[in-house]
């Protein structure tokens, strides 16, 4: 419907205070805060929260009338795609959406020959595309770590993290809309969200958090998503002991061990010694040895694969990988019973970020894509979706997900795409998620400030991937990428072609 204009979109935590109650006129900011709640402002945003003083930096992506270069006016329903893992701090959203359409095509032929982890990253881009050319404003963030933060340390699998990105940047966006527009467009409080593997978790976890503060959430859609994560930690060191893992794999226990090891202080195990690492791969005096610096390092799949010589559980604290195997012998819960000043507090920080009750209580809906043959994420994860109607299997022409984590991709991509396309909304849609479609026609434009201003934003200078290491957060210009309707379906039709030959 719309064509679209792309820009890096920044923020930090220490831009706002609390979401504000009751909310000012016009709508800037958010109406509603919960402090105290695990999923509250304070708890991922408060003062002294980690990364609550960096700046955070994602993708935005606008429905633009680019016959008259402006926003699309009226009030828009937001979208937040969160990617999947990467190893590498700039493939994410902000650093691989090309500069400009002719470079978007040259970059979708050279994805017959990207990486699995390219391929995911642009996936996310896809579905944030799909919703920004249907009406929605979509914001894909980077997280910590990642884009203009890739200095600092990242964070992994831990709820905080997630949500600190997805509200910061909601909030920012939330003011720029507006100045771009000179308050003729909103973002209204009301959002779909998604994501796959690791991003589906971010998702859910960032829906809890908006949820908090005001904003309706029509559906959060995720697939294969360890949303138990502490029984997925234990799977994982159980396969890996039967020797039933492949390469490429063999990441997953030392990120989650370099992201569980004191280098997050707000997590309940950090500097307490009972790190997710062990002792023997943190040697300060042996990078081949320290996994804290290989993934300081960005490293590639097949560098890890060569620095662990054996199976990826000699990386981890030994006496968790006892308790692990066990509770397996035993046939018992992962972390039902740890040994205090040992793995006490490790499991404690592996429950807090455990969801699945979360997800099965959810007051909002989720749509849940996973196949049960998923040999990354296991199909455990998934709660009972029969004991709450907000919870739904995602299936698509009659099918759902099979196969691999990899390949059941390919069909949980339509999970993200299809509520924005004419299979699910039509004139005689009724739904709640019909409003993804619609924008709210306003009575007239927003009055702003005086020294409300586009160049406000502080978004630095949109960069190809090429040289996104150099980014400057001090670039104070808004230089964007467009891509209109014709342009933007014609490159949408080669991407899913070229993510179906990668990925099956």
Known sequence: ?????????????????????????????????????????????????????????????????????????????????????SLDEQEVPSQIFPSNSWDFFDDVEELIEATQARVF??????????????????????????????????????????????????????????????????????????????????????????????????????????????FNVGWVIDKFDRGDFRPNLTYLLPFLGYAYSSTNPDLPNSNVGEDLLAPSYLDENNSDRNIITWMDGTPTFDQIDSLLPTSPNVAINPAFVEE????????????????????ARLCEALLLNSVKSEVQNSAFPVSICHSPQDDVISYESVPNVSLN??????????????????????FCLFSFIVPFTDYYYDDSATTDLDKTNSIRTLDECLSLSPTASPSSTNAPSFLPPSVAPSINNDDESTSSAFLSSPSLWGALTIMAISLASNLI
């Not at 195997?325 to 819960?333: G, I, Q, Y």
């Not at 698509?396 to 991709?409: K, Q």
């Open 389 to 410: 109607p907000n919870l739904s299997i995602f299936s698509f022409l009659g099918g759902t997900a099979t196969g691999g984590h990899a390949a059941s991709s390919v």
């Open 121 to 230: 990253q642009l996936y996310h881009v896809w579905s944030g595309m799909m919703a920004a050319a249907t009406g929605a404003a979509a914001i894909l963030p980077d997280f910590m770590g990642y884009g203009v933060s890739y200095e600092h340390p990242r964070g992994y699998m831990n709820r905080a993290v997630y949500q600190q990105a997805n509200a910061v940047l909601w909030r920012k966006t939330q003011r720029m809309v507006l100045e771009l527009s000179n308050g003729c467009t909103i973002l209204d409080p009301v959002a779909n969200l998604g994501g796959f593997s690791e991003g589906g978790f971010a998702s859910f976890v960032a829906g809890l958090a908006l949820d908090e503060m005001g904003v309706e959430i029509i559906t959060v859609q995720t697939g294969g998503s360890p949303f138990d994560l502490n």
């Open 324 to 343: 692990t195997l066990d509770a397996v012998a035993r046939e018992t819960s992962f972390c039902s019973n740890p040994t205090p000043g040992v793995t």
């Open 1 to 85: 419907r719309f064509g679209i204009r792309a820009q890096v979109v920044c923020a930090s935590c220490d831009e706002f205070g609390p979401p504000s109650s009751p909310p000012p006129s016009p709508p800037i900011e958010l109406s509603k805060a919960n402090i105290g709640g695990i999923n509250s402002w304070d708890t991922y945003c408060g003062m002294g929260r980690f990364g609550a003083n960096i700046t955070q930096s994602g993708l935005l992506l606008l429905p633009w009338d680019t016959d008259n270069d402006k926003p699309i006016e009226g009030g828009l329903k937001g979208y937040l795609g969160n990617h999947g893992t």
